[in-house]
């Protein structure tokens, strides 16, 4: 026991003080490090759902330092460029059990983070740890033991866990929104499609003292988030109520998650998600950007495994220990763990150096 911490406490400080967390400031979210000094990186993401799920936890009455921790080491597991580049290590990953960020996030923090001498990774608590793993197959689950169990007995993890899961979801829907209109990918015209933005822009347009552009959209987004996480609140809070969970126990046998947002927005959010998906995950620029950002990826991966020694000492000979034991599963997995573990930029010195000296990136 420490003398003034409690064990969350613990958990978030040695997330705080880890070194896979410092790297998330130069991993993209959507918009590549480069592109801007203002858009938001994996950092900010991971502090934005932190905030997010702390104001809510604090309403609820729940444990605000254990769904701090969950939110700040959510995305601890994530690839340099994204989904583009999760992807990517999935692809090459295939013939050996594939790759989730979601569970590279809890090989983060159980074993691939070196700092304590009596232990591997950070030696957080089950809950911390449950709210980490969001998703998981169920082959990877069978693997996992108890903190698996609840994805082959479809069963809930705690409500901490379950407030992360839906901050997460709120707060890059309204970060990427804002984000995209800064780098003009998206227009406000386009966002009259989206319910929950036109009623908020159109309200707050009507004041009688008029707004600039860039404040007008600071106060839309901000409108809308704020309905939103309301929203959480009060629909959480009536579930509750009727419910009455007695028990960590009732929790985790309900069949649905019991923080949620209400069925009607529920829809309102979804119509904010498909517009993303539609009009700024796959524009065109962010598409070009993605498919070289997976040919890098895909070039550093084959260049690892055909030689190993050509990763800094210590992953060369992670990947020759696990290859004895478990053949090129083993050399692939200590491969993708040093992928993973990299920046945007890093990744992209790394393919300068040994495919192309010639990348721009
Ligand atoms: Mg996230």
């Given at each position: 026991m420490?003398?003034?911490?409690?064990?969350?406490?613990?958990?978030?400080?040695?997330?705080?003080?880890?070194?896979?967390?410092?790297?998330?400031?130069?991993?993209?979210?959507?918009?590549?490090n480069h592109e801007g000094d203002l858009y938001r990186t994996r950092l900010t993401h991971s502090l934005e759902v932190a905030q997010v799920a702390r104001t809510v936890a604090a309403q609820l009455g729940l444990h605000e330092t254990l769904t701090e921790a969950i939110c700040l080491a959510h995305d601890l597991g994530h690839t340099p460029f994204g989904h583009s580049g999760q992807d990517a290590l999935d692809r090459c990953m295939k013939p050996w059990g594939g790759f989730e960020h979601n569970l590279q996030s809890l090989r983060v923090v159980d074993e691939l983070e070196e700092r304590y001498a009596d232990f591997p990774g950070l030696n957080l608590t089950y809950e911390?740890?449950?709210?980490?793993?969001?998703?998981?197959?169920?082959?990877?689950?069978?693997?996992?033991?108890?903190?698996?169990?609840?994805?082959?007995?479809?069963?809930?993890?705690?409500?901490?866990?379950?407030?992360?899961?839906?901050a997460d979801e709120i707060a890059w829907s309204h970060h990427d929104l804002d984000d995209g209109l800064r780098a003009g990918l998206i227009t406000l015209d386009e966002l009259v499609e989206v319910g929950l933005f036109k009623r908020h822009?159109?309200?707050?347009?009507?004041?009688?003292?008029?707004?600039?552009?860039?404040?007008?959209?600071?106060?839309?987004?901000?409108?809308?988030?704020?309905?939103?996480?309301?929203?959480?609140?009060?629909?959480?809070?009536?579930?509750?109520?009727?419910?009455?969970?007695?028990?960590?126990?009732?929790?985790?046998?309900?069949?649905?998650?019991?923080?949620?947002?209400?069925?009607?927005?529920?829809?309102?959010?979804?119509?904010?998600?498909?517009?993303?998906?539609?009009?700024?995950?796959?524009?065109?620029?962010v598409l070009a950007r993605n498919r070289r950002a997976q040919a890098l990826l895909a070039g550093l991966f084959e260049c690892y495994m055909n030689d190993v020694r050509a990763m800094p000492r210590e992953h060369a000979e992670r990947a020759l220990a696990w290859e004895r034991e478990q053949g090129a599963r083993g050399r692939a997995r200590a491969v993708a763990d040093y992928i993973a573990g990299m920046t945007d930029r890093y990744a992209a010195a790394a393919y300068r150096r040994l495919v192309d000296p010639g990348l721009e990136w």
């Open positions: 420490h003398p003034y911490r409690g064990a969350f406490q613990r958990d978030r400080d040695r997330i705080l003080h880890s070194s896979a967390f410092r790297r998330l400031v130069y991993k993209t979210q959507v918009f590549i911390t740890r449950e709210g980490i793993l969001k998703h998981c197959s169920r082959r990877n689950a069978r693997a996992l033991g108890e903190l698996g169990e609840r994805f082959l007995k479809r069963r809930q993890p705690g409500l901490e866990a379950q407030l992360a899961n839906v822009h159109r309200s707050l347009r009507g004041r009688r003292s008029p707004m600039s552009r860039r404040v007008l959209v600071h106060a839309t987004v901000r409108a809308m988030m704020d309905q939103v996480i309301t929203d959480l609140i009060e629909a959480t809070r009536g579930r509750l109520a009727r419910l009455r969970p007695v028990s960590i126990e009732a929790v985790r046998a309900h069949g649905r998650p019991l923080v949620a947002l209400s069925p009607a927005m529920v829809a309102g959010h979804r119509e904010l998600k498909v517009f993303l998906n539609r009009h700024l995950y796959r524009h065109e620029r």
